[in-house]
């Protein structure tokens, strides 16, 4: 079974609104953690947001934020009053306790921003 | 400014040759991972590292091996390159331990074309 899905190849969002990317996950582990990156045309992977599985409240970081849902084991990723700049493949990731060190992502999704 | 550094940005190479993808990473990172990103697909693993001279296959090994004798580096290997291995790749460093801080830190990638 895909350990994480991102349901969504393609995303268009008005400049300066909000938009939602999906991410679902599997696991049978109690403890894990998710990850969301971004990567520009340029290639490079910037790594957004995280949620630990025992973390109460969702994450937060500037204008990223993270819906985690975990009875239904969904992770998905909020950007508030989308740039231009936000154009850009995102990709959901998980690490899960018995995996050790190692990630596991998902397909991505393909986010364009329309000025 | 931390940096996992990829030899390469673009590279061509013929059917059969032997191709060595290098990345090499200043953080002291145990941790080292190669994936190959394509469309639809994200990024899958091929192999990782814990340490020098240990390795343990991803899940798509095949056609595939590394070498990491000092800790800083962590060499892909395509012993005979084939089509079907045109790709992204991409190197990944990570440390011990657990939480947002414990995450990839990502080359800039290599676009490998093989004709």
């Known amino acids: 079974a895909q350990k994480i899905t991102q349901t969504q190849p393609g995303m268009f969002v008005q400049e300066k609104e909000a938009v939602t990317l999906d991410c679902t996950y599997d696991?049978?582990?109690?403890?894990?953690?998710l990850f969301w990156y971004k990567q520009p045309s340029s290639g490079e992977m910037i790594f957004l947001i995280y949620?630990?599985?025992?973390?109460?409240q969702n994450a937060t970081e500037g204008r990223y934020s993270l819906n985690f849902q975990k009875a239904r084991k969904s992770a998905n990723l909020v950007i508030s009053a989308s740039q231009l700049g936000d154009s850009a493949m995102y990709f959901c990731?998980?690490?899960?306790?018995?995996?050790?060190?190692?990630?596991?992502f998902g397909e991505g999704t393909q986010l364009t921003v329309n000025p | 400014d931390v940096k996992v550094t990829q030899s390469s940005r673009y590279l061509v190479k013929r059917t059969g040759e032997k191709v060595f993808l290098e990345c090499v990473q200043d953080?002291?990172?145990?941790?080292m991972f190669w994936y190959r990103q394509d469309p639809g697909l994200g990024l899958r693993l091929i192999y990782f590292?814990?340490?020098?001279?240990m390795k343990e296959k991803g899940d798509i090994p095949e056609g595939y091996s590394v070498s990491r004798e000092k800790k800083e580096r962590f060499s892909l290997i395509l012993e005979s390159a084939s089509t079907n291995q045109t790709s992204m790749y991409l190197c990944?460093?990570?440390?011990?331990?657990w939480g947002a801080g414990y995450g990839y830190t990502f080359g800039s990638g290599t676009r490998l074309t093989v004709v």
């Open positions: 990944a460093s990570s440390s011990l331990g």
């Open positions: 696991t049978s582990d109690q403890s894990y953690g």
């Open positions: 949620q630990g599985s025992y973390d109460e």
């Open positions: 990731a998980m690490r899960e306790e018995t995996s050790g060190s190692r990630l596991t």
């Open positions: 953080m002291d990172h145990e941790n």
């Open positions: 590292s814990y340490d020098v001279k």
